[in-house]
């Protein structure tokens, strides 16, 4: 009886970081998808632009990182990115580069 008291806390421990690991990995996913939300409208879903304006889809995490921070900073020349990327910490635009590099 007393052996099974550490299998039943180890199981516990088991099933509860079953259950929560997903769910916390969904809410980084759905909070990068909540903050690209605002690209598509121009960049088109999943970055896909339909237009003029640049497509991003199939842009590596690091090439959107760099390119929101340069436009963020004036480094990078811009009509509309420049005055959009500072409303980005450098965990969201962490957030958002991963989100676009994962849209196929
Ligand atoms: C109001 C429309 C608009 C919104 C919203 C917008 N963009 Fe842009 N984006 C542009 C335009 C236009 C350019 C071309 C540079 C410029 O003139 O600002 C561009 C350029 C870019 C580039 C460079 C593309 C390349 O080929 O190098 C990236 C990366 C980018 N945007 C990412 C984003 C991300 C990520 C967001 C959301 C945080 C976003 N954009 C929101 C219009 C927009």
Redesign the pocket.
Known sequence: MKKSIPIFFTSLAILLSMLLLPSMYAGELSRGAM??A??????GTN?HSPG?????SG?SAE??RL??EG?RSGE??????????K??TDD??LL??EY?AQQK
């Open positions: 903050l690209s605002s690209c598509e409208g121009c960049h970055g003029s304006i640049p497509d991003i842009k090439y959107i390119a929101l436009f990078r020349e811009s009509t509309v990115m420049g005055r959009h990327a409303g980005y969201e635009i958002i580069a676009f």
